[in-house]
């Protein structure tokens, strides 16, 4: 074990390992990318699903079942399925596969933000003449802000995470590093096996401690509170 360690610090201290065209500057960007645009996707097709769901305060149990259903498929089932569709091996059909794990909990919390919003202040908002949709971008929107940058962080945490296994079917990003490094062996790549492995740790919790920070940021403080009960409840909330 301490041979392998040893080898992980020299790779990583190789500047050629940091700077080539496909060392870890480029690949982290590539990781970056298809994370981003597969959080994005996801939030293109589950906040406006969540929003309608939550409005009209339906689709709870509809939402579980979905979000269990999406963590019931194996991630590599879904990253090897894509590649055989048109759009082929490569970053897209990564970028797909990964939008599929990012919606559940955008979805989930989305519907979830909605739902929680205090009933007397949409009750005076209606009292006062405004209409669904003014009620829903005036009033219901701004309240479920804190849920939805959750919601997202935690798409975003699991998205970058679960892209490293995007480089077993042709897709970039750090897990290049890992396969190339147990192609070699662990006897001669087990070192580069465990800095890719360490690079992907250090690029989630970085992207965990950003987000964390926005999430706080866009979190009135009388919220806070408030928020964090109706995460602990959001489960029974949801299947209600």
Known sequence: MSSIVSQAWVWLNDPLNWTNSDGILALTWQHLWISAASVAIGCAIAWPIGIWLGHHGRGGGLVVGVSNLTRAIPTLALLSIFPLTILGFGAWSAVAALAVF???PLLANAVLGLRE???S???AAYGMGLSGWQVLFRVELPLSVP???SGFRTAAVQVVATATLAALVGGPGLGKII???FGLGIASGGGQVLAGG??????CLLVEGVLVLV???VTPRPLRHTRR???RASKPALAR
């Open 229 to 231: 009960r109706g995460r």
């Open 198 to 203: 360490l690079l992907v740790v250090v690029l």
């Open 215 to 217: 999430e706080r940021a």
């Open 121 to 123: 202040a949409r009750d």
């Open 147 to 149: 849920y939805l940058a």
């Open 117 to 119: 919003v205090d009933p």
């Open 102 to 104: 990012a919606i559940p």
């Open 179 to 181: 396969n190339e490094g």
